[in-house]
């Protein structure tokens, strides 16, 4: 069995290794265009038991490491940085 660390890179580029995280749509539902890039529609990171954040309308997740951008603490989301 892999272990979360051990997973191939996604194709579009996209980071999201932490436990109880998930994405809709699905990581695996996420492939690139032809040009590399990945658009999603009303794009959402979620943690299991505390909350989601919605980003609203067209997203280009290309390249983003979820695992950076911020993390769920109880009932809030922090970014990262903050």
Request: proline share 9%; charged share 20%; net charge negative.
């Amino acid at each position: 069995m892999q272990s979360e660390t051990d997973l191939p890179p996604h194709p579009a580029g996209i980071v999201l290794r932490r436990h109880g995280y998930f994405t809709l749509p699905a990581l695996e539902e996420m492939i690139p265009d032809i040009d590399g890039h990945c658009m999603v529609e009303n794009f959402v990171v979620a943690r299991e038991g505390y909350g989601n954040v919605l980003f609203p309308g067209l997203t280009d997740v290309t390249g983003m490491n979820l695992d950076e951008i911020g993390e769920f603490v109880g009932a809030r989301m922090y970014p990262h940085g903050s």
